[in-house]
């Protein structure tokens, strides 16, 4: 049994048809877990024994010939800024790491748990989702399956490296400036966001960063990735943002695909500076789709500059929000040193700057839509630079950036539908991902480009841990 070369479909068909119970597969989790986790720092908690008895009774119901789902017994990881019952929500921060265990899922968990899910435990997170490298003061650093010195990424880097290392077949995660799809990238899975609204982000408690953060699913292949999104998709009456059901079934969409017939390539958007093997990699990869049929137009200038401090604006003071009741207390010095400083910047913005900010993604999405009269979709690399060390910075040409992940924010302020797949392997055997963006609430489109560039390129990329 390995997660990482067997489908979830197939997984989940195996246990529905009896020829594996979920109690196997949740304790070849709990055993790779076992085995691994040390070295990677992917889970933060883990509950082994209610998870089994979780998988028991789902086998109980199944010998009984109820029905258990369309994930039945496929164990998952829950990224640490949402609630799964019985667990510490602890945003990745050492404020939160005495709080009561939640009594209920969030909407996408439940949605998950419902469709036959087993939750394991929760994955590591940068406290509060705040910046690209998965490690805090509380948890420490996840750790690249690929190569153990390097970053997982963030802010899901937890979710990825348990699907990468083949801990779980799917985790979740929040994607508010890249979240989903930079850690995906660099652990070389398929990772999507959803446009926002298309998972719900409802419950008692606002959603964290308002108008930025969609939640998904993390997974080894964009198939598998549908058929979990298929289950969580759909209208909660506490979401005020949540879009009503889509019409067809997204895993069924991606059952037969076909390219595209023209798909616009930016290798930089415009303003980004990206690192050449990155390019390179990503241009390979685009000469094979082209030499397949479809058109690849160069676009100049996607946008006009790097919308980074809008969007800085937007995400630091979503997060200042949670925690602006500490300041002048000691507790407000233990939050992560860098995400102090960062609202150090918030200090100065202004109820007006934050409008504006606002107003400039509904710029950018205007400019996005004069392209898609040219292009289908547009293609783009998933992130700027290659992976840093873990609890460092990313590197563009092999010196370490700031911004290494310029490349994923500007469509969270977009609200664009957009997901990676991975393309290849850096001369250091690093994965390299390639992004896909669509218009406004073209899911399923952008699923089946995905879907068709991975049938086409036929990579089977797994680290050898």
């Known amino acids: 049994m390995d997660f990482r070369t067997t489908t979830v479909t197939d997984l989940a068909a195996q246990v529905q048809s009896g020829e594996v119970s979920a109690r196997e597969l949740t304790q070849h989790a709990l055993d790779r877990i076992s085995a691994l986790d040390e070295t990677y720092g992917a889970f933060v908690a883990l509950d082994g024994d209610l998870a089994l008895a979780d998988a028991d009774a789902l086998d109980e119901r199944r010998v009984a010939g109820?029905?258990?789902?369309?994930?039945?017994?496929?164990?998952?990881?829950?990224?640490?800024?949402?609630?799964?019952?019985?667990?510490?929500?602890?945003?990745?921060?050492?404020?939160?790491?005495g709080d009561a265990p939640a009594k209920g899922d969030s909407p996408l968990v439940e949605r998950l748990r419902q469709a036959g899910c087993i939750v394991l435990g929760k994955t590591n997170t940068p406290e509060h989702g705040f910046k690209a490298d998965t490690t805090n003061p509380l948890f420490g650093s996840t750790r690249n399956p690929w190569d153990p010195s390097k970053s997982a990424g963030g802010s899901s880097g937890g979710s990825a490296a348990?699907?990468?290392?083949?801990?779980?077949?799917?985790?979740?995660?929040?994607?508010?400036?890249?979240?989903?799809?930079?850690?995906?990238?660099?652990?070389?899975?398929?990772?999507?966001?959803?446009?926002?609204?298309?998972?719900?982000?409802?419950?008692?408690?606002?959603?964290?960063?308002?108008?930025?953060?969609?939640?998904?699913?993390?997974?080894?292949?964009?198939?598998?990735v549908a058929l979990a999104l298929d289950v969580v998709i759909g209208p909660d009456p506490t979401d005020l943002r949540s879009l009503p059901m889509p019409e067809q079934s997204w895993s069924d969409c991606v059952d037969d695909v076909h390219l595209p017939r023209r798909i616009g390539w930016s290798p930089n958007l415009g303003y980004a500076n990206v690192d050449d093997e990155v390019v390179r990699l990503c241009e390979?990869?685009?000469?094979?789709?082209?030499?397949?049929?479809?058109?690849?137009?160069?676009?100049?200038?996607?946008?006009?500059?790097?919308?980074?401090?809008?969007?800085?604006?937007?995400?630091?003071?979503?997060?200042?929000?949670?925690?602006?009741?500490?300041?002048?207390?000691?507790?407000?010095?233990?939050?992560?040193?860098?995400?102090?400083?960062?609202?150090?910047?918030?200090?100065?913005?202004?109820?007006?700057?934050?409008?504006?900010?606002?107003?400039?993604?509904?710029?950018?999405?205007?400019?996005?839509?004069e392209l898609f009269h040219h292009a289908s979709f547009i293609v783009t690399p998933t992130v700027a630079g290659q992976t840093g060390p873990a609890g460092g910075l990313g590197t563009i040409n092999g010196k370490p950036d700031v911004n290494w992940v310029q490349m994923t924010y500007p469509f969270n302020l977009t609200r664009s539908p957009a997901g990676t797949l991975p393309v290849g392997l850096t001369a250091e055997g690093l994965p390299v991902g390639l992004q896909v963006v669509g218009p406004q609430h073209a899911d399923v489109a952008v699923l089946r480009v995905l879907a068709a560039f991975e049938d086409l390129l036929e990579l089977d990329l797994v680290a050898s841990v």
């Open 162 to 224: 348990a699907v990468a290392a083949g801990m779980v077949p799917l985790a979740t995660g929040s994607d508010g400036g890249g979240s989903i799809r930079i850690p995906s990238a660099v652990c070389g899975l398929a990772g999507f966001k959803p446009s926002l609204g298309r998972v719900p982000a409802g419950g008692a408690r606002p959603p964290d960063w308002a108008d930025l953060s969609s939640k998904g699913i993390i997974g080894r292949r964009v198939r598998d």
């Open 284 to 369: 390979d990869a685009l000469r094979r789709v082209e030499e397949a049929g479809t058109e690849v137009v160069e676009l100049d200038g996607v946008f006009d500059a790097d919308p980074v401090g809008d969007w800085l604006i937007l995400s630091v003071v979503a997060n200042l929000r949670n925690v602006e009741h500490l300041r002048g207390t000691d507790d407000w010095e233990r939050i992560d040193p860098e995400l102090r400083d960062l609202f150090k910047f918030a200090e100065h913005v202004s109820a007006t700057d934050v409008l504006r900010a606002a107003d400039r993604g509904h710029a950018l999405n205007v400019r996005l839509v």
């Open 66 to 97: 109820e029905d258990v789902g369309p994930l039945a017994g496929i164990p998952i990881g829950v990224k640490d800024l949402e609630d799964a019952d019985g667990f510490v929500t602890t945003f990745g921060s050492v404020l939160h790491a």
